[in-house]
Every structure is written in structure tokens, then in C-alpha cells.
């Protein structure tokens, strides 16, 4: 038998924690209406635009986020290219030297690029901010293109990545799709394939007049994050003096507007399946709520492990065996991209490209429950948070921004803008995607795998 002081003690504890709950609900909800620790500061430092924000950590990641993405390139292969030679050899340093201090500082070295941005990336401990922020510049302004570099290096590895894509299904539908979406510019594919007659463009020579192109201060931003805003304008001021005020080359960037065109492609493949279903979607420019909420209730995977998912592709895989299938924003500066990517055997990926297309109509027709449309919501503020926290995917999306825009994608902003979406909102660009030409681009087993038409989508 309890004694009644046991029970008392007990119920002042529960109270105690419930009233610390509550404390920490509301502090949560302070912080997710404006969310300050996600808000980049932004200015222009010896011509440079730099944005910080310090996150107090031991650690600290800094990147050169440059308009050099595939939409940009004058000819194919020459922003792989561009990626490559980062990090070899300059004028005052050779790439053994740089890997040597680099790890004995602890550092990690990283150059990638996506359909906009070309990326250099260094992450390191805090106090070593002033070495890692002149080896970014050197880089950018001093690297040297050497012919043996470019045959020994740069051919080999892009040949690995090349022979990659080519059995990789779901990459080379989405790039189709992009293809079939926009044409040149975005529709360019991120990787050139093995059939891509890469010799007429691409060679040390012609990586040295895109880099003289790219690398300039007008077309760069510099992100920090885990640096204070004292020390990164101290360094930058210092050490990227070098970097060209203008283009050093002849070469112009493919600066062409984006314009959204539509359509389908088809292509045989033995190694696999994937079928991709596009519409045009929300930019970094133009925020659309309605898109993001829409992407999020479309969504693919469960996040709760042991439960089927409350997403409507989830749903649809679940009829499907074997199919794996995601619906995703896909933002870009001037345009966007939102698409149901389903991967698997042909005859699951049909059936289930189907059930994805009945679900998209569905919520076009206003069917979606308050429950479904609440979970919607919250997930895609969880994503957008989420993604926010993530160092690589911030410091893109930061100098994405900036070399774009002018500015960095705050968080705060969208996620104000998706407690906004109404059912009502939501069925209307539903209903208005439909309407309109979809893209559709489909790889594998063409005997089995759809028509937009069979889908009862307009093309």
C-alpha cells in the first residue's frame, strides 16, 4: 500500500515536469517562429559577398559557392571539368601539399557542383579559420591547369563517374526529365554521358577559360558557418584580393532564361526501371507554399519506422512490390521542378506511377483530410528546419542565394509561408498542375513501363 505523502511527492514531481514541458514547448515554439541561429549575416567584403553565422561549435565548414552549375557552361563537360582541378596544383602550392596540410590540420577537402552552383568546400577546426579561407582563394585565382594533371586526373575520374551513370536508372531519368522540361540550361545533364563527344570541348585549355569566367567576384559568394563575422571579413579582405574583379576570359556564361517547355522521352535500358513525373514547381525566387506542402503530402518513404507512411506515394508503393518512390522539390533559382520519381521493376513501377497520378488527382479534387493536410504541413516545416541544420545543404542554398538573388533562402520566411496553406489552396495548384503540360520521362523496360498518355496526363 502506497502511503498518501508517497502519492503527494509523486504528483509534485509530475507537475514539475509537466510545468518544464510546457517551459520547453514554448521555448521550441519561440525558436521555430524565428529561428535566429538560421539566419545568415550578409555583406560585401572587398568586393566579395560573404555571409556568416556562427553556431558557437569547435568546428567550422566555409565554401566558395560559384555560378558555374552545368546551366551555365558553354559546352558540356566543362563544369566537371572545373570541379576536377580543384584542389591540385597552383602557383603556390602543390596538390600533395595541399592534402598534407590539410590533414594535419584536420581538415576535409570537397568540390562539387549541382545544375546551378559549382562548390569548394572546406571543413575544419574553428581556430583555423585564416588558413583554410587563403587556400579557398588560391584555388579560385591561382590554380594552374596543367596538361598532365588533366590527362592523368581529371579524364580518369571522369570516365569512373561516367561509366556510374551510365547503370544508374534513376539519374538518368531525372536528368531526361530535366532534358524534356527546360531544354538547355537546366536541362542539361549534371554528368556528360559515355555517347557525349567530350573531345571537342573539353581539355585544360578550355577549363582554364570557364574557370577565368566562373571565378570572379561578381559570380561567387562566400558562406561560413561556425565563424564569426569579425574573423571571416578579416581573412577574406586579406587573402581574396587576388580573385578578379571581372571575367578574365573571353568565355560568356549561358545566362539564357529560364523557360518551362514539357514533354516525354523514352529511353531503352537493361539495367533497370524508373519512370519520373514532373510539373513545373517552386523556385528560390519565387517561394510557393502550396508546392512545398504539396511535395510533402506526396512524399515516399515513412519516417516512423514500422509504419506504412501517411504519404499518398507511400501508399501507392505499398501496392507495388519492390518500387521505391519519392516526390520532391527540386528548387532552382529562376524555376523549379516537382516531381514523382518511382524506381523498380517495370511492372511495379507502371502500376505504382499510376496510383501516384490517381493520388495527385485526388487531392485535385479536394479530397484530402484536415489530419492528412496538418501532417503535410508539419512535414515540410520539418524538412525545411531540418535542412537548414544541415551544413552542405545551408551553405549551398546560402550562396545559391546570394550569387542569384542577392540574398540567402531564410528559413524563417517559408516556414511562416506554409502555416499559410489551406486545403483549399492546395487543390487549386493540384488542379492547375493537371492542367497544364507535364513532363515524363521514362528508363528501362519500354515495353512495360507507361505512356503520359496511358497516365492521363497532357503532354
Known sequence: MFSRSALSRGAQLATRRQGS???QRRAYAAASSAPSSFTYETTEVSGVKVATRDSHGPTTKLAVVAKG??????APGLTVGLEEFAFKNTEKRTALRIVREAELLGGQLIAYHTREALVLEASFLREDVPYFTELLAEVISQTKYTTYEFHEDVERVLKVKQSKLTNDVSALALDSAHSVAFHTGLGASLYPTTSTPLKSYLNEH??????????SKPNIALVGDGATTTALHKW??????SVPASPSSAVAL???ATTYYGGEQRTAHTAGNSLVIAFPG????TFKPEVAVLAALLGGQPNVKWSPGFTLLSKAAASAPGVVASGTNLAYSDAGLLTIQVTGPAASVRKAG????????????????????TKAIAKAKFDALEASQSGVSTLLSAGSGIIHTGKPFQIAETVQSIDGVTADKLQTTAKSLLDGKATVAAVGDLNVLPYAEELGLKV
Open 21 to 23: 514541458q510546457l517551459a
Open 69 to 74: 552549375g552545368t546551366r551555365y557552361q558553354p
Open 206 to 215: 578550355s577549363v582554364a577559360d570557364y574557370a577565368g569566367a566562373v571565378y
Open 236 to 241: 577574406t579582405e586579406q587573402f581574396f584580393k
Open 254 to 256: 549561358n545566362s539564357k
Open 282 to 285: 517552386s523556385s528560390f525566387g
Open 354 to 373: 499510376e496510383e501516384a497520378v490517381k493520388a495527385l488527382k485526388s487531392i485535385s479534387e479536394g479530397t484530402v483530410s484536415k489530419e492528412l493536410l
